[in-house]
């Protein structure tokens, strides 16, 4: 493997990022084939790559936009790539899982007759005046503790409260098509699932005695990437979803995921170049060619704990990796273990890098950025 990156990094330079589409099929196809009932709307926001959106959608993917932007993105690629002859039906390609939206995007996807979601009074109103032609999906709050990202304390309506807001939107004349739910992300909890299927469940009945005819269950995202050998196999929680789905909802609805980590975090690697090397209070310090402003901003903005490895061997010790900007809130990590005698110009290699990475990657202090190349 070292020699197959140190070709490609004669060829491209660093940092680089290398993002292997067969681990995003392997990915699709695992995920399909342990959840047979379960759609897949990939979650854009984990890493919008367009040539990633050309892959999943060759495997048979829909999406999950949460911005105007993505779904234009998605929207124009589908209707790019569908057949010719087939027209296709938005739902079963686009669900909007924002659930606040400004009134602009309301205005401008309302001639698309979009497959929203909800998850309070004033955004029901809202959507009501702007975009009364979208289908509605209430998000509910679910326990999502335990989760690398929690999502309960922004989002989602109180369980207690589903009824009220099921019955407003039919007041209203909208038509709430089935209800959501997110455990957070990178949920290792497999519990939390079992919870949230069990609140949804209950609603759902509710819902549809009092003549409401939901028909949608989006279990939403947060499936377990393998990051390491703690992590509880996807294959058991698949077990576990595909049981409680049978045992609680009729055979007739469907159920919708939005996976977004699952399909490519584990499908990138990124490739970095020590640039500076100091040692401060004894620590070894490396300072490499790319950081939290860039493509490690998942340790920000995803609680992420990187790893490294380096390219030659030496006696290991704790080493700081910090990032190349002017920034002293730029620091990877204060505690990696990599051997202290690495040199300026040496490469460390990070894996498991292709979720919430390059997506929210920005170009602070004027660096591009990692080059991003496709196996
Ligand atoms: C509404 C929604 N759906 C899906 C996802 C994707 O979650 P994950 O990457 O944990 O699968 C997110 C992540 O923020 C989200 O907010």
Same mark, same amino acid.
């Given at each position: 493997m070292k020699n197959k990156f140190l070709k490609l990094i004669k060829r491209h330079g660093t940092p680089l990022f290398i993002l292997d589409h067969g681990k995003i099929r392997e990915n699709y196809r695992m995920f399909k084939e342990n959840l047979p009932r379960v759609q897949c709307y990939y979650a854009v926001k984990a890493n919008s790559h367009p040539e990633i959106i050309r892959t999943l959608f060759q495997e048979g993917s829909s999406f999950d936009v949460a911005s105007?932007?993505?779904?234009?993105?998605?929207?124009?690629?589908?209707?790019? @790539?569908?057949?010719?002859?087939?027209?296709f039906y938005i739902w079963d390609k686009i669900i909007f899982s924002n659930t606040i939206k400004d009134r602009d995007t309301l205005r401008k996807i309302r001639r698309y007759k979009p497959l929203v979601t909800y998850d309070n009074l004033d955004e029901l109103m809202k959507i009501k005046e702007h975009c009364d032609a979208a289908g509605l999906v209430l998000r509910l709050k679910v326990p999502d503790s335990g989760s690398q990202v929690e999502m309960s304390s922004k989002f989602g309506a109180e369980p207690g409260d589903a009824d009220h807001l099921i019955g407003q939107a039919f007041d209203a004349g909208l038509v709430v098509e089935g209800l959501s739910f997110h455990v957070g992300s990178q949920c290792t909890h497999f519990d939390n699932y079992a919870a949230a299927l069990a609140i949804t469940s209950d609603i759902f009945h509710a819902a549809r005695k009092k003549g409401f005819p939901l028909k949608i269950v989006d279990i939403g995202g947060g499936f377990p990437v393998p990051y390491d050998a703690q992590v509880p196999k996807f294959e058991e929680l698949a077990k576990l979803i595909n049981a409680e789905c049978q045992?609680? @909802?009729?055979?007739?609805?469907?159920?919708?995921?939005?996976?977004?980590? @699952?399909?490519?975090a584990n499908a990138a690697v990124l490739i970095t170049e020590i640039i500076g090397k100091a040692r401060r209070e004894g620590k070894v310090f490396y300072y490499i060619n790319d950081g939290v402003y860039h493509t490690f901003s998942g340790v920000v903005y995803d609680h992420w704990v990187p790893n490294f490895h380096s390219f030659g061997r030496g006696k290991k010790e704790v080493c700081a990796v910090v990032g190349p900007t002017c920034d002293s809130f730029d620091k990877v990590s204060l505690a990696v273990q990599l051997p202290g005698n690495l040199k300026i110009g040496d490469y460390l290699y990070t894996e498991n890098i292709g979720a919430y990475s390059i997506a929210s990657s920005t170009k602070f202090n004027g660096f591009e950025g990692a080059r991003i190349i496709h196996i």
């Open positions: 105007y932007n993505e779904f234009k993105q998605i929207y124009g690629y589908i209707k790019h @790539f569908e057949k010719k002859d087939k027209d045992r609680l @909802f009729p055979e007739d609805i469907e159920i919708i995921a939005e996976p977004g980590r @699952f399909m490519v």
